[in-house]
């Protein structure tokens, strides 16, 4: 017979490992929400909250305030076209991020993976410019990124909705051995933006 | 690694469990579960193709078992977590409550009502504290026999006798007029 002890901690593990994921709550009022919901922004923090239908349209999307509502959408930016000075004049050492231009904090960040997983730094914003100038680029600051995918040498780009752009971000939060893997989900990520316009994601 | 080690071990996964439930992110919290799933996978299939193969590996291999489960606690425990313990629930629970009564002395009684699965009802009759006392042994013991069982416990208890009882005290007034009387 095993201790009293043991066969608690036998029973908390199988528990833990068993247990559903609980539902998914409004980050502003904690009512259940959907799989699929609403996000909200908040550009100081530049965080994404959950919200369910009633907050969501508490906050119109383009209005200033400490809230601001995301219609999920990604559109592929066909006429954006980068070269490999783009990268050195942006700064961004690999060839698959994630910019965001915010006018809360006056700036253009940038998300891409290292290593160590997902990096953030600051693109110098005459870089930006430049490129938004030549492109004809159109990004809304604090509610929509570009996605850049120029691996291999070809230029995939999607100006999409932040709550989308952080997903693409956790999947490049891996870093060390599964690298390797978040790279394949982020572009299995990106071959599948073709088609989103509208809807609310989980 | 010795008994001690083992019991330490698991003391620590609990903990660790606890405060991944309590502490982790709520975006980061699938993610630890599923590492954990996949861990007990993994291990389930190992342990399984173990077992297949003592099971088949002579007619001794089954009863074999039984007896390592029974001697050695380590196993007997990783097993029962990933629903590979030799005996059934049933069984193991029915020896929990044959136990837990013998501990009881008649005063309270515990019995298994039905085992389906995992899920096991356990009826407990009896007066008082006794009853009481009976359905904590039995919990704990359920918990060390099978800690892979879901127990529920029905509760048909009868009032204490003694908590209706009138105290043994005599009125102020008969010890009065007692002592009048002798006078």
């Keep these: 017979m095993m201790s009293h002890d043991t066969g608690r901690a036998v029973s908390a593990l199988r528990n833990f490992a068993r247990r559903p994921e609980p539902e998914s709550r409004c980050d502003l009022c904690n009512a259940p929400v ?14 994404i909250a959950c919200a369910c239908i009633a907050c969501s349209f508490l906050f119109p999307e383009g209005t200033a305030g400490r809230y601001r509502s995301l219609h999920s959408r990604a559109t592929r930016a066909a006429g954006v076209e980068l070269v490999e000075d783009d990268f050195r004049a942006l700064e961004i050492p690999v060839r698959l991020a994630f910019l965001a231009p915010s006018d809360v904090h006056a700036r253009v960040f940038a998300t891409y993976p290292t290593s160590h997983g997902a990096t953030e730094s600051v693109v110098p914003r005459a870089a930006w410019d430049a490129l938004a100038e030549r492109t004809a680029l159109s990004v809304a600051p604090d509610a929509e990124g570009l996605l850049i995918d120029y691996l291999g040498g070809r230029t995939r780009c999607f100006v999409a909705s932040l709550d989308v752009c952080y997903r693409f971000v956790g999947l490049l939060r891996a870093g060390g051995a599964a690298r390797g893997t978040a790279f394949a989900s982020a572009m299995r990520f990106l071959d599948g933006l073709g088609g989103l316009d509208g809807g609310g994601h989980g | 690694m010795s008994a001690d080690d083992f019991d330490a071990g698991m003391g620590r996964i609990e903990e660790l469990v606890q405060r991944a439930e309590t502490e982790c992110a709520k975006d980061s919290l699938p993610l630890v579960r599923d590492l954990v799933r ?115 416990v029905e509760k048909h208890f009868e009032p204490d006798p003694r908590a209706n009882a009138a105290p043994n005290l005599v009125p102020l007034s008969r010890l009065r007029a007692g002592a009048g009387g002798a006078r």
């Design chain 1, 34 to 47: 959907a799989e699929s919901h609403a996000h909200l922004y908040e550009p100081e923090p530049r965080r």
């Design chain 2, 38 to 152: 996949a861990l007990l996978d993994v291990h389930r299939i190992g342990l399984g193709e173990l077992i297949a193969a003592l099971e088949t590996g002579g007619t001794s291999g089954a009863p074999e078992l039984v007896r390592i489960v029974r001697s050695r606690p380590a196993v007997a425990s990783l097993l029962a977590m990933h629903d590979l313990h030799p005996e059934s629930v049933e069984a193991r629970v029915q020896r929990a409550l044959r136990e837990a009564n013998d501990v009881a002395g008649g005063r309270a009684e515990a019995s298994l009502v039905r085992a389906d699965g995992a899920d096991v009802v356990v009826s407990v009759s009896g007066s008082g504290q006794s009853a009481e006392l009976l359905v904590k042994t039995a919990e704990r013991l359920v918990c060390e026999y099978a800690p892979d069982a879901t127990l529920h």
